[in-house]
């Protein structure tokens, strides 16, 4: 969780989750994968961190705040399968349907994440859950589309559980030397049955969704560690320090080594580091 003053970034970033962004104030210009947009204050927006995504210009007053959901979490929430699924596949969804409670809101959440009491943390992740479930009844919109705000009251959906079960697996295990197999064997089905209910789901085939892991994890320690290039390979499940420079370059454009270097060269700033909280399943 986050609440705080960003900087411009200087190059794309990635992560494993999807992100949850509450504009307090100011404006927030995004490239994402595909398009760009622009977020206002007021706005509450999701995307999917796993495909890059950079802020390339803010207003000198911007406040966001939010969160980066794993996708065992956010396959849980009762939202239609169309939005989780567009999601995952490099969307951006939008609502404008916010009040004077949202800005209050976030801020308890993020204060809450960070208090050192686990029932308050608990309960800040089960509120911005909550928060997030009830966008489905109001206005919002996907883009790229067609922009025409959309809103769903209807039954609820679910992901199938045998995704959980798979995002779980991997989430533990990714570092691991792991295929459609074990996963297969965790999740109870068959490996076919398991590939093809995970790329319906999410547009990812098992193997993409390992790597990302692995590179998330990687770029992780790239930007905080001081171990050599291939020891972080090695450590985040790659099985060589030449497939690992492929893979990054392939998601960032650039090496590994190169990556290091420009984070560490950009101006510092006093932030907060960002606060990860497990919910329990239900």
């Known amino acids: 969780m986050f609440h705080d003053r960003p900087l411009v970034m200087k190059s794309s970033h990635w992560h494993v989750q999807v ?4 504009i307090v104030k100011g404006w927030a210009h995004y490239k994402m ?3 760009e947009i622009l977020f206002s204050e007021g706005d509450l927006a999701l ?3 796993g495909q ?7 207003s000198d007053d911007l406040v966001y705040a939010g969160g980066h959901l794993p996708l065992v979490h956010f396959f849980r929430l009762r939202l239609p399968q169309e939005v989780q699924a567009r999601l995952v596949q490099g969307a ?5 349907a916010t009040d004077a409670s949202d800005p209050l809101n976030f801020a308890r959440w993020n204060d809450y994440a960070r208090s050192g009491d686990p029932l308050k943390a608990a309960l800040a992740v089960d509120e911005l859950l909550l928060r997030i479930e009830r966008i489905r009844f109001s206005p919002y919109s996907l883009f790229p589309g067609d922009g025409v705000p959309a809103a769903d009251g209807g039954p609820d959906h679910h992901t199938s559980p045998i995704v959980v079960r798979i995002c779980e697996f991997i989430a533990d295990n990714f570092r691991e030397d792991i295929d459609s197999i074990d996963i297969a064997v965790a999740a109870d089905v068959h490996p076919k049955y398991a590939m093809t209910v995970f790329k319906k789901s999410t547009g990812m085939t098992l193997n993409d969704y390992i790597n990302l892991m692995r590179l998330s994890y990687a770029q992780a320690q790239l930007m905080r560690g001081e171990e050599s290039v291939l020891t972080i390979a090695m450590d985040s499940g790659f099985g060589s320090l030449s497939a690992f420079n492929k893979s990054f370059r392939r998601v960032a454009g650039q090496s590994p080594t190169d990556f290091r270097r420009d984070v ?5 700033v006093s932030r907060p580091p960002v606060v990860s909280i497990q919910r329990q399943a239900v």
């Open 92 to 96: 951006t969804l939008v609502t404008q």
């Open 264 to 268: 560490r060269t950009r101006p510092s």
């Open 33 to 35: 994968s595909g398009h």
């Open 19 to 22: 992100e949850v962004n509450f």
């Open 47 to 49: 995307f999917w961190g």
């Open 52 to 58: 890059p995504h950079w802020m390339d210009d803010a």
